[in-house]
């Protein structure tokens, strides 16, 4: 997937190519804009080149093709501490030997800073993060989570314009990394700086970003706000790599305008939106999201398609109950249930009919 550069882009790849070996290609031609004060996150899984397109942007790595633009300036030959970026590491990076006021102290020294103005702002720094009354104490007396506190409110001090985040709360606990990513959020919107975020997870991203970069393979698969890809994936990589997923394979009957006829390995025939459906007669993946699935005659939409299926499993999850059922010969496909009072209780081997609204069933690549 492409994109055309923007002539208003705060941050521009334009037909950028990264090799380490002058053979493999580890980013493929990234053409790429965002715009300022965007938040954008750059999701994909290990090796798929979202890390060296951040190393790259940050001056750690060169681009061995293309264009870096910043703010209009190509910064492909300018060192990463002119660069002006602040950046936040997964493993913080904080000295050790110092203390906290003297690791937020450190950049501004760099930029030759007055004293009074260097307490004012790292003031203002710590105060932002709710670290104001850790300035003398070292790394090492520090939380995990008060370092990663610390290596935001550096990254911050000196009032950077762009600000580039490498997996930065991989290693906090499940609440707190959630906790941090509003906290993050909420931080970029009042500031209003531009963030470029790398994660591999899906959930970080959907949480936080404007817009999602999802990464495979050295390319952008697609490029959209959190809603669209969820909601509209435009291949099978997206549909499976954002949220759960049912996938039933099936050959395309017939293409109308929009709609893909869809006949299922076991003879069903679905009713689909034709996203990446090719051809009649060619293969495809059909996908529909577990929580768009029903059982119950009252609750399936109009125009709802309806299908045989066997109950596998009962999984229950304190806020939603988990089905796995045997559909179309596939024995892995799951209807998510909200856990409400009075919900009807299945059974492992009980038949029932489940159903879902033909627009939430994508025909995809297979």
Same mark, same amino acid.
Not at 48 to 71: N, P, R, V, W, Y
């Given at each position: 997937?492409?994109?055309?550069?923007?002539?208003?882009?705060?941050?521009?790849?334009?037909?950028?190519q990264?090799?380490?070996d002058?053979?493999?290609?580890?980013?493929?031609?990234?053409?790429?804009?965002?715009?300022?004060?965007?938040?954008?996150?750059?999701?994909?899984?290990?090796?798929?080149?979202?890390?060296?397109?951040? /190393?790259?942007?940050?001056?750690?790595?060169?681009?061995?093709?293309?264009?870096?633009?910043?703010?209009?300036?190509?910064?492909?030959?300018?060192?990463?501490?002119?660069?002006?970026?602040?950046?936040?590491?997964?493993?913080?990076?904080?000295?050790?030997?110092?203390?906290?006021?003297?690791?937020?102290?450190?950049?501004?020294?760099?930029?030759? /800073?007055?004293?009074?103005?260097?307490?004012?702002?790292?003031?203002?720094?710590?105060?932002?993060?709710q /670290?104001?009354?850790?300035?003398?104490?070292?790394?090492?007396?520090?939380?995990?989570?008060?370092?990663?506190?610390?290596?935001?409110?550096?990254?911050?001090?000196?009032?950077?314009?762009?600000?580039?985040?490498?997996?930065?709360?991989?290693?906090?606990?499940?609440?707190?990394?959630?906790?941090?990513?509003?906290?993050?959020?909420?931080?970029?919107?009042?500031?209003?700086i531009?963030?470029?975020?790398?994660?591999?997870?899906?959930?970080?991203?959907?949480?936080?970003?404007?817009?999602?970069?999802?990464?495979?393979?050295?390319r952008?698969q697609?490029?959209?706000?959190?809603?669209?890809?969820?909601?509209?994936?435009?291949?099978?990589?997206?549909?499976?790599?954002?949220?759960?997923?049912?996938?039933?394979?099936?050959?395309?009957?017939?293409?109308?305008?929009?709609?893909?006829l869809?006949?299922?390995?076991?003879?069903?025939?679905?009713?689909?939106?034709?996203?990446?459906?090719?051809?009649?007669?060619?293969?495809?993946?059909?996908?529909?999201?577990?929580?768009?699935?029903?059982?119950?005659?009252?609750?399936?939409?109009?125009?709802?398609?309806?299908?045989?299926?066997?109950?596998?499993?009962?999984?229950?999850?304190?806020?939603?109950l988990?089905?796995?059922?045997?559909?179309?010969?596939?024995?892995?496909?799951?209807?998510?249930?909200?856990?409400?009072?009075?919900?009807?209780?299945?059974?492992?081997?009980?038949?029932?009919?489940?159903?879902?609204?033909p627009?939430?069933?994508?025909?995809?690549?297979?």
């Open positions: 997937m492409t994109q055309e550069p923007r002539t208003d882009a705060f941050v521009a790849f334009e037909h950028v990264k090799s380490y002058g053979v493999t290609l580890v980013v493929k031609d990234l053409n790429l804009s965002i715009g300022k004060g965007e938040f954008l996150t750059m999701l994909g899984p290990s090796g798929s080149g979202k890390t060296t397109c951040l /190393m790259m942007l940050a001056g750690f790595e060169t681009a061995t093709h293309g264009e870096i633009k910043l703010d209009g300036v190509n910064i492909n030959q300018v060192p990463p501490h002119k660069r002006g970026i602040g950046m936040v590491f997964q493993n913080y990076a904080l000295f050790p030997h110092m203390t906290v006021g003297e690791n937020l102290a450190f950049p501004l020294e760099v930029r030759g /800073m007055g004293k009074d103005e260097r307490e004012a702002k790292i003031k203002r720094a710590l105060d932002m993060v /670290m104001g009354a850790y300035a003398n104490r070292r790394p090492a007396q520090l939380s995990g989570g008060q370092q990663q506190r610390i290596a935001l409110a550096r990254a911050l001090v000196f009032d950077p314009k762009l600000v580039l985040m490498d997996e930065p709360l991989g290693a906090l606990d499940k609440q707190l990394r959630e906790h941090m990513q509003f906290e993050i959020k909420h931080l970029h919107e009042s500031l209003g531009t963030v470029v975020y790398v994660t591999h997870d899906q959930g970080e991203a959907l949480t936080m970003s404007d817009r999602v970069a999802v990464f495979n393979d050295g952008i697609q490029l959209a706000p959190p809603a669209d890809l969820y909601e509209r994936p435009e291949n099978s990589f997206v549909a499976q790599f954002i949220g759960e997923n049912n996938k039933l394979l099936g050959t395309i009957e017939e293409l109308t305008g929009d709609r893909a869809v006949r299922l390995a076991t003879g069903e025939l679905i009713d689909a939106t034709a996203v990446n459906a090719r051809e009649k007669g060619g293969k495809t993946l059909v996908s529909i999201r577990p929580e768009r699935v029903e059982f119950k005659p009252e609750m399936m939409p109009p125009g709802a398609h309806t299908i045989d299926a066997e109950v596998v499993e009962i999984i229950y999850m304190g806020d939603i988990r089905a796995v059922l045997k559909v179309a010969g596939s024995d892995g496909f799951v209807m998510k249930m909200r856990n409400t009072l009075g919900q009807t209780k299945l059974t492992p081997g009980q038949k029932i009919k489940v159903g879902w609204h627009q939430d069933a994508r025909a995809l690549d297979p």
